[in-house]
C-alpha cells in the first residue's frame, strides 16, 4: 500500500557511521546485524518498552545508557532475546563484551537491541563471527542498508532525512524504524535510531526526544500489542558545531523540535502503512473531547476493534461498528445524542443515529480510498487527538500463523 519504493534522499549524520551486514541469525544472506557508531562526545536520548516482560537487551540498553555515553548501537534480527532468563542477560552482555574488545572501548559503552521470535536463545555466535566484517564496513553513507537490515515482517526499508538552519548553522537530522506488527508502542515503537549532528545539552535532548515519541511513534497502532522489545534511540553528535541549545526558551528550539517531530510522524506513519497485511491507512481522529486522555481513549477503542478493522478491510462502511466502539470507550456520562461521526468528510451518523441525509453509496465511496479518514467529534470540550492505523486482513493471520515457520 502506498509507495512501495524504498524512500530516497536520505542523507549522512557527521558522527555516525553504520554497516549492515548477514550473520545469517535466521535467514541465510539476509542482512540482519546492524552495528551503528556514534563519536566519541555525543549525546543519547532513549525511550523503551513499558512491557513488564521486556527482553534482554532492553534491560542491558537501559543500564548501559544510565551507566555511561554510548559509543556503539548494535542490533540484530531474527531472535528477539525476550522470555530468555538469566542465560538472555548473559548473551546480550557477551555480544556487548565483544563489540567492545572489537572496537577497543568499554562493554557499557554498547547498547544491544533484537528483534525477531520470543523465547529462543539468541544464536550468539553467529553474532560474535560477524562482528569484524561489520566494523570493518561502517560508513556514514549506510542508512537505507542499516534500515533494511533490522526490518523482521516489514517489506520495505524505512528512512527519511529532514535539514534545517539554527541561527545560520546547517543541521541534518535522519532516522530509521522497523515494525509491521506486535505495534502499539509504549513510549517508543518496535525498533527507531534517529541521529542529528546539532549540540543539544543531554537534559533537553531527553525532552524532546520524549515529546516527539510522544505524538508520533506513541499514537500508532497496528494491533494493539506492545512489543517486549521496543526501543526507540536518539543521538546528537554535535558535530554541526553550533551554539549548544541548553533552555526551553531557546528561540532556535522550536525549529529543532518542529523538524524532529516531522521526522518522528513520517517513521511512525510509515511503520502503519507497512503493517502486516496491512490494505489501509488510517487516520482517527477523535475531537471536543473533555480531555486529551479521553480522546485517545475513544480513537484507541476504535483503532482496536477487530470489527471496525476487517470492515475497514472489506471497504464496508458498517458504522454500526464504529457506533459501538465509540459507546464501550470509558467515557463518562457520553450523550450518544451529541456525537457525530464522519468516515472520509461524509457525515455518517449524529443525534444518535442515521445523518438524515446519509445514503449508503456514500459510504460506499468514502470507505473505498486506500487512506480513511476517520473522525468523531464528541461535543464535550476542546481537546483533540489522532491516532494512525491499519485494517486487519487475511494477510495479518496468515503472517503472524506461519511466523515461526
Same mark, same amino acid.
Given at each position: 500500500?502506498?509507495?512501495?519504493?524504498?524512500?530516497?534522499?536520505v542523507?549522512?549524520?557527521?558522527?555516525v557511521?553504520?554497516?549492515?551486514v548477514?550473520?545469517?541469525?535466521k535467514?541465510?544472506?539476509?542482512?540482519d546485524?546492524?552495528?551503528?557508531?556514534?563519536? /566519541?562526545? !555525543?549525546r543519547?536520548?532513549?525511550?523503551?518498552?513499558?512491557n513488564?516482560?521486556?527482553?534482554?537487551p532492553?534491560q542491558?540498553a537501559?543500564?548501559h545508557?544510565a551507566?555511561?555515553?554510548?559509543?556503539?548501537?548494535?542490533v540484530?534480527?531474527g531472535?528477539?532475546?525476550?522470555?530468555t532468563?538469566? !542465560?538472555?542477560l548473559?548473551?546480550?552482555?557477551?555480544?556487548?563484551?565483544?563489540?567492545?574488545?572489537?572496537a577497543?572501548?568499554?562493554s557499557?559503552?554498547?547498547?544491544?537491541?533484537?528483534?525477531? %521470535?520470543?523465547?529462543?536463545?539468541?544464536?550468539v555466535g553467529?553474532?560474535l563471527? !560477524?562482528?569484524?566484517?561489520a566494523?570493518?564496513?561502517?560508513a556514514?553513507?549506510q542508512?537505507?542498508a542499516a534500515?533494511?537490515g533490522?526490518?523482521?515482517?516489514?517489506?520495505r526499508?524505512? !528512512?527519511?532525512?529532514?535539514?534545517?538552519?539554527?541561527g545560520?548553522v546547517?543541521?541534518?537530522i535522519?532516522g530509521?524504524?522497523?515494525g509491521?506488527?506486535?505495534?502499539?508502542?509504549?513510549m517508543a515503537?518496535?525498533?527507531?535510531y534517529?541521529?542529528?549532528?546539532a549540540?543539544?545539552?543531554? /537534559?533537553l535532548?531527553?525532552s524532546?526526544w520524549q515529546g516527539?515519541?510522544?505524538?508520533?511513534?506513541n499514537?500508532?497502532?497496528?494491533?494493539?500489542?506492545?512489543?517486549?522489545?521496543?526501543?526507540?534511540?536518539?543521538?546528537?553528535?554535535g558535530?554541526?558545531?553550533?551554539?549548544e541549545?541548553?533552555?526551553?526558551?531557546?528561540?532556535?528550539?522550536?525549529?529543532?523540535?518542529?523538524a524532529?517531530?516531522s521526522?518522528?510522524? /513520517?517513521?511512525?506513519?510509515?511503520?502503519?502503512r507497512?503493517?502486516e497485511?496491512a490494505?489501509k491507512?488510517v487516520?482517527?481522529?477523535v475531537?471536543q473531547a473533555?480531555?486529551?486522555?479521553?480522546?485517545?481513549?475513544v480513537?484507541?477503542?476504535i483503532?482496536?476493534?477487530?470489527?471496525v478493522?476487517?470492515a475497514l478491510?472489506a471497504?464496508?462502511?458498517?458504522?454500526?461498528?464504529?457506533l459501538?466502539?465509540?459507546?464501550?470507550?470509558? %467515557?463518562p456520562?457520553?450523550?450518544?445524542?451529541?456525537?457525530?461521526?464522519r468516515?472520509?468528510?461524509v457525515l455518517?451518523?449524529?443525534?444518535?443515529g442515521?445523518?438524515?441525509?446519509y445514503?449508503?453509496?456514500?459510504?460506499v465511496?468514502?470507505m473505498?480510498?486506500?487512506d480513511i479518514?476517520?473522525?468523531?467529534?464528541l461535543?464535550?470540550?476542546?481537546?483533540?487527538?489522532t491516532?494512525?492505523?491499519?485494517d486487519?486482513?487475511?494477510?495479518?493471520?496468515?503472517?503472524?500463523a506461519e511466523?515461526?515457520?
Amino acid at each position: 500500500m502506498g509507495d512501495s519504493s524504498p524512500q530516497t534522499g536520505v542523507l549522512p549524520v557527521a558522527g555516525v557511521r553504520l554497516a549492515a551486514v548477514s550473520a545469517g541469525i535466521k535467514t541465510p544472506g539476509r542482512l540482519d546485524l546492524v552495528v551503528m557508531e556514534i563519536d /566519541e562526545g !555525543a549525546r543519547v536520548a532513549g525511550s523503551f518498552t513499558r512491557n513488564a516482560f521486556c527482553a534482554a537487551p532492553v534491560q542491558v540498553a537501559r543500564s548501559h545508557l544510565a551507566a555511561t555515553a554510548p559509543r556503539y548501537f548494535l542490533v540484530n534480527t531474527g531472535n528477539a532475546n525476550a522470555g530468555t532468563g538469566q !542465560a538472555g542477560l548473559d548473551d546480550a552482555l557477551a555480544c556487548c563484551r565483544a563489540l567492545a574488545a572489537e572496537a577497543g572501548v568499554d562493554s557499557e559503552s554498547v547498547l544491544p537491541f533484537s528483534t525477531g %521470535v520470543i523465547g529462543e536463545p539468541l544464536p550468539v555466535g553467529p553474532i560474535l563471527a !560477524a562482528l569484524p566484517t561489520a566494523l570493518a564496513a561502517l560508513a556514514d553513507d549506510q542508512w537505507l542498508a542499516a534500515a533494511e537490515g533490522i526490518m523482521t515482517t516489514d517489506t520495505r526499508p524505512k !528512512a527519511a532525512s529532514r535539514q534545517l538552519e539554527l541561527g545560520g548553522v546547517p543541521i541534518t537530522i535522519t532516522g530509521m524504524a522497523k515494525g509491521a506488527g506486535m505495534i502499539r508502542p509504549n513510549m517508543a515503537t518496535m525498533l527507531a535510531y534517529l541521529a542529528t549532528d546539532a549540540v543539544v545539552a543531554p /537534559e533537553l535532548l531527553q525532552s524532546l526526544w520524549q515529546g516527539a515519541v510522544e505524538c508520533s511513534f506513541n499514537r500508532v497502532t497496528v494491533d494493539g500489542d506492545t512489543s517486549t522489545n521496543d526501543a526507540a534511540m536518539l543521538v546528537a553528535t554535535g558535530a554541526a558545531a553550533n551554539p549548544e541549545l541548553r533552555d526551553a526558551d531557546d528561540p532556535r528550539l522550536p525549529l529543532l523540535r518542529e523538524a524532529l517531530q516531522s521526522l518522528a510522524l /513520517e517513521l511512525a506513519q510509515a511503520l502503519v502503512r507497512d503493517g502486516e497485511g496491512a490494505s489501509k491507512f488510517v487516520a482517527v481522529e477523535v475531537a471536543q473531547a473533555a480531555s486529551e486522555t479521553e480522546a485517545l481513549e475513544v480513537a484507541y477503542t476504535i483503532a482496536h476493534s477487530p470489527l471496525v478493522k476487517t470492515a475497514l478491510f472489506a471497504s464496508d462502511p458498517n458504522w454500526g461498528r464504529l457506533l459501538a466502539a465509540i459507546g464501550r470507550a470509558e %467515557v463518562p456520562g457520553l450523550d450518544v445524542d451529541k456525537v457525530e461521526l464522519r468516515i472520509n468528510d461524509v457525515l455518517i451518523a449524529e443525534q444518535g443515529g442515521r445523518a438524515a441525509g446519509y445514503q449508503e453509496a456514500q459510504g460506499v465511496a468514502a470507505m473505498a480510498p486506500t487512506d480513511i479518514h476517520i473522525q468523531v467529534l464528541l461535543d464535550r470540550g476542546d481537546a483533540d487527538a489522532t491516532v494512525w492505523t491499519s485494517d486487519l486482513s487475511y494477510d495479518y493471520v496468515r503472517i503472524n500463523a506461519e511466523y515461526r515457520t
